[in-house]
Nanobody
Framework: VQLQASGGGLVQAGGSLRLSCVVSGNTGSISAIGWLRQVPGRGREFVGSFYLSGGTAHYADQLKGRFTISSDNAKNTVYLDMDSLRPDDTGVYYC????????????WGQGTQVTVSS
């Protein structure tokens, strides 16, 4: 399974960004796609996850209402829409995939930088 994240960039506080994660390879072997971020001074944080079979999304409590995960199955793409961005959302955002029997994310994309200016 390969994952390619894109869409990061520089945005002013209060703005929005859409990140994309294109998934390829043996997609039938995975059950969920997760978004995680590496934030300076805070380490790796869970952003949210998307379960492929049911199309349901779950979010970190502190991000509910601002971040939305969705998918376009025809494009094998999972999106992370981020609204009302704040400077503390700055970080490298990764998409990752979890296999059906895995307890952790075992496939990772390369990450995309998101910088929110004040």
């Amino acid at each position: 399974v390969q994952l390619q994240a894109s869409g990061g960039g520089l945005v002013q506080a209060g703005g929005s960004l859409r990140l994309s994660c294109v998934v390829s390879g043996n997609t039938g072997s995975i059950s969920a796609i997760g978004w995680l971020r590496q934030v300076p001074g805070r380490g790796r944080e869970f952003v949210g996850s998307f379960y492929l079979s049911g199309g349901t999304a779950h979010y970190a409590d502190q991000l509910k209402g601002r971040f939305t995960i969705s998918s376009d199955n025809a494009k094998n793409t999972v999106y992370l829409d981020m609204d009302s961005l704040r400077p503390d959302d700055t970080g490298v955002y990764y998409c990752a995939a979890r296999g059906h029997t895995a307890s952790t994310y075992n496939f990772w994309g390369q990450g995309t930088q998101v910088t929110v200016s004040s």
